[in-house]
């Protein structure tokens, strides 16, 4: 990810995604993958902070959130095979939940995660280096 000059990503996943990614065997690595993808340009924006990026060789499609580039958020996962994409009142509610995750102060994500309703996957910290 550190090609896309950005210091601190903090790449988290769903309780709900975690569980949907274990199941299609999408291993963390490939979610910072494609999260450093997204950083790089190379996926859908949708707009508002929300990203479609396919997953687990073109089977599967992920909506990842960010808003304002603090935190980056595996939402939900769909295989290709079961629909094409997500539906317009669908998106709105990404994009809410994404200016919410953008809102949040230290207080709240500490809860999200202590509660594990979201589980941080990587991050990189100031010197461009991906922790795992």
């Known amino acids: ?18 569980k949907a990614a274990s199941k299609a065997r999408i291993a963390d690595t490939e979610l910072c993958q494609a999260v450093g993808a997204l950083i ?3 996926g859908i924006d949708l707009g508002g902070g929300v990203f479609k990026k396919r997953l687990n060789q073109n089977r599967h499609r992920s909506i990842i959130l960010a808003k304002g580039g603090r935190f ?9 095979k079961d629909r094409s994409n997500i539906d317009g009142q669908e998106l709105k509610v990404f994009r ?12 709240p994500l500490a809860q999200l995660i202590a509660a594990k309703d979201l589980i941080e996957i990587c991050h990189e910290d100031a010197n461009g280096q991906v922790e795992l």
Request: charged share 15%.
């Open 1 to 18: 990810m550190s090609s896309a000059g950005l210091d601190d990503v903090r790449v988290f996943k769903s309780a709900w995604f975690a």
């Open 40 to 42: 790089a340009g190379q």
């Open 72 to 80: 980056w958020i595996c939402q939900f996962l769909f295989a290709k």
């Open 96 to 107: 809410e939940l994404a200016r919410a995750y953008a809102n949040l102060s230290a207080s």
